[in-house]
């Protein structure tokens, strides 16, 4: 009899689980935002008083200009004479993850989030990570470029455009969310998934082939890597970053 309700105990447990997996699935596919808060083991990468979670990009510190806390944000204010000043990234790797933070930038200020980046001497970061773009659509020249708008805030960038599109101008906070599961990764701004996309199929490595990323084989090739935040010359600033590994 014990046995017998110890499996009925299982099973139930078992079929529970499965109906929630199935939730959140359907919740992505209709392009809502799953329950960030369903799960205790949220990672703080920034919570407004510290940067011991970062370090410059192929560097072992972190930087004593530029990068800075005001007012409970993270900023990165550029050089008057424009010299950069680098990169940052999370001391940890990471493989499958749900990232969490806000950004917001200045009248006509370029940034970016990285992941999946892989250090490599000598190379930009950019060649190894992937990007979720951070920008002022209305008033830097990079929105105009690429294709279909590949260029613009929330996008893979210089890759994949987004759908619909939800970023909010320069001087207001956008709520982004970056969730990746093996090949499969979602970009999220501001409450809705804007893209969807599978990496190592044919149609990611043809698109790749005709990309300005052919010659860098390392460029979305990683199953783990960093999060970075870039240095673009330009003032941005970031929240409430916070990741769980999936």
Do not use: C
Request: proline fraction near 4%; hydrophobic fraction near 40%.
């Amino acid at each position: 009899m014990i046995k017998r309700l110890l499996m009925v105990s299982l099973l139930t447990a078992l079929l529970s689980s499965a109906v929630l997996f199935l939730l959140a699935a359907e919740s992505r596919r209709n392009g809502q935002m799953p329950d960030s808060d369903a799960a205790d083991d949220w990672i703080t990468l920034f919570d407004g008083s510290s940067t011991d979670e970062w370090r410059l990009y192929n560097r072992a510190d972190f930087p004593s200009e530029g990068w800075q806390i005001e007012d409970d944000t993270l900023v990165f204010r550029p050089r008057e004479d424009r010299r950069p000043i680098g990169d940052i990234i999370t001391k940890r790797i990471f493989r499958d993850f749900d990232l969490q933070l806000e950004w917001m930038v200045e009248r006509g200020a370029n940034s970016g989030i990285f992941y999946h980046a892989l250090e490599q001497p000598n190379q930009a970061i950019y060649w190894s990570a992937l990007e979720m773009q951070v920008l002022d659509d209305a008033n830097h020249p990079d929105s105009f470029l690429g294709v279909n708008g590949n260029r613009q805030a929330g996008t893979l960038y210089d890759l994949i455009p987004i759908n619909p599109k939800t970023a909010k101008p320069f001087g207001e906070w956008n709520e982004a969310r970056i969730v990746s599961r093996g090949p499969i990764v979602e970009h999220w701004l501001n409450g809705e998934m804007v893209l969807r996309y599978e990496r190592w199929t044919v149609a990611w490595f043809e698109m790749l082939r005709n990309s300005k990323f052919k010659d860098h084989n390392e460029f979305g090739a990683m199953q783990q890597g960093h999060i970075g935040l870039q240095d673009h010359g330009d003032v941005v600033r970031f929240r409430n970053i916070r990741i769980r590994e999936l």
